[in-house]
């Protein structure tokens, strides 16, 4: 089966404009997860979506956003950026059950300058 | 609030060597805990979850609520093992993860 795929694979940015990233789950899976990986920070839980809903959201500002369309792919958007925003952004696609495992993407790595 | 803890940033053992890798977790409800590996140059990918109670790689880890632990463990390292391991809380919560190191 293909994998979760994320692009684009590398985005260079500078600080105030805007970033868009995207994702397209396992076939199959409704749910889409993000996450932000910053250097010594592990995995920063960003944004849940489930059958075209915000189910849930980290701890993150107003300015990092997102929605899911009708084939459950997904979108990133990250708004005025920020040079602490540099990360892998990391997308991951579960069943959409409570508690289903993830299966992650390669992530997209934004670097803002 | 949910929060993982991952005590050990690094961790290097030789090969042949027991292995642990600590996950310890703090959440009021009923937890459900896993393990991702992420292999050199490889995505993220589940190791094993807490309700499956299977061993994968020669790996196990027994939840323990009393003391609200997750521990990884493996009794004999290889070295195809080094990679960075992450304990993970219903799925979301993460922590901060783990590189293993196995020296030949």
């Known amino acids: 089966e293909a994998g979760v795929t994320q692009s684009p694979t590398h985005l260079i940015k500078t600080r105030g404009q805007q970033a868009t990233l995207r994702c397209s789950p396992i076939?199959?899976?409704?749910?889409v997860y993000w996450y932000q990986q910053a250097l010594g920070l592990g995995l920063q839980f960003l944004l849940w979506?489930?059958?075209?809903?915000?189910?849930n959201r980290g701890n993150f500002p107003p300015r990092f956003s997102g929605r899911q369309f009708p084939n459950y792919s997904s979108e990133l958007n990250v708004n005025a950026l920020e040079l602490e925003d540099s990360a892998l952004y990391l997308c991951?696609?579960?069943?959409?059950?409570?508690?289903?495992?993830?299966?992650f993407g390669n992530g997209t790595r934004l670097t803002v300058t | 609030a949910q929060r993982v803890t991952q005590p050990e940033k690094l961790l290097s053992v030789f090969k042949g060597a027991p292995v642990e890798l600590k996950c310890n977790y703090s959440?009021?409800?009923?937890?459900?805990l896993f393990w991702y590996v992420q292999y050199s140059r490889q995505r993220l990918q589940l190791l094993l979850r807490?309700?499956s109670r299977e061993s994968i790689k020669g790996f196990t880890a027994d939840l323990n609520k009393g003391e609200t632990s997750f521990h990884l463990k493996k009794p004999f390292a290889q070295e195809e093992d080094s990679a960075m391991y992450y304990c993970?809380?219903?799925?979301?919560?993460f922590g901060k993860g783990t590189h293993l190191i196995i020296q030949p």
């Open positions: 807490h309700i």
């Open positions: 076939s199959g899976h409704t749910s």
């Open positions: 959440y009021s409800g009923s937890p459900e």
């Open positions: 979506y489930d059958e075209g809903e915000e189910r």
């Open positions: 991951a696609s579960s069943l959409g059950q409570e508690n289903s495992p993830l299966h």
């Open positions: 993970a809380l219903n799925g979301v919560t």
